[in-house]
């Protein structure tokens, strides 16, 4: 059995949207947790196993396995299709390159931009945002997706950020393209709608 912990509007909202992408609604059990917002709204939820108290958390046969990137690889590999290139092909490991470039350094070098924060050692060890970005562009002058000429779980991933700090989006019209495109995926349109409607409930 599998169960995704999921609140409503926050990173688990990606894991979503790769579920309806995957076709995979009546495989997985939803469950929404309430988690600490940045407004000061929300708490943690005991009923979370997640050991910080965060989402998404995906529970297979009672192994609780934490981070997107992980959850993404995990259940792309248990059911393989058009999101993910066959386990163990060499376009499987630049997939995995790019879920794990995206938390080890896409999203941190986000975070310090946004909070003023320089150091001699992050820009060595993470680079900074001007240069993901130029990764990202440098890979959809090849595109149209990160992987080539299909949308994949990289895309999925890879454009949240931009998707839900608009303000970080650069000035640059193949990224803003591609944003837009994974942001108009049905899948995702339809995670945000039962947000949405979880939410207001």
Not at 84 to 112: R, T
Not at 125 to 139: E, G, M, Q, V
Not at 147 to 155: I, L, N, R, T, Y
Request: with cysteine; proline share 8%; glycine share 8%.
């Amino acid at each position: 059995m599998l169960t995704l912990y999921h609140s409503p509007q926050s990173r688990s909202s990606a894991i979503l949207a790769l579920i309806h992408e995957m076709g995979i609604e009546d495989r997985i059990e939803v469950r929404r947790v309430t988690i600490p917002r940045m407004d000061g709204t929300g708490a943690h939820d005991p009923a979370n196993p997640h050991p910080e108290g965060k989402v998404p958390v995906l529970v297979h046969s009672g192994q609780v396995i934490t981070e997107r990137a992980a959850i993404i690889l995990h259940l792309t590999s248990l059911f393989p299709g058009p999101m993910a290139p066959a386990v163990g092909s060499p376009e499987w490991g630049a997939l995995a390159g790019w879920l794990a470039w995206y938390q080890g350094v896409l999203e941190p070098v986000m975070i310090f931009e946004a909070a003023g924060i320089v150091h001699d050692w992050l820009g060595l060890t993470f680079r900074d945002h001007k240069t993901a970005i130029a990764r990202l562009h440098r890979a959809l002058e090849r595109g149209p997706w990160l992987m080539g000429g299909a949308f994949s779980a990289a895309d999925l991933l890879l454009h949240t950020p931009y998707a839900w700090f608009k303000d970080a989006l650069p000035d640059d019209p193949l990224i803003r393209d591609w944003v837009a495109r994974c942001m108009a995926r049905p899948a995702r349109l339809q995670a945000i709608a039962e947000d949405a409607g979880a939410v207001a409930a």
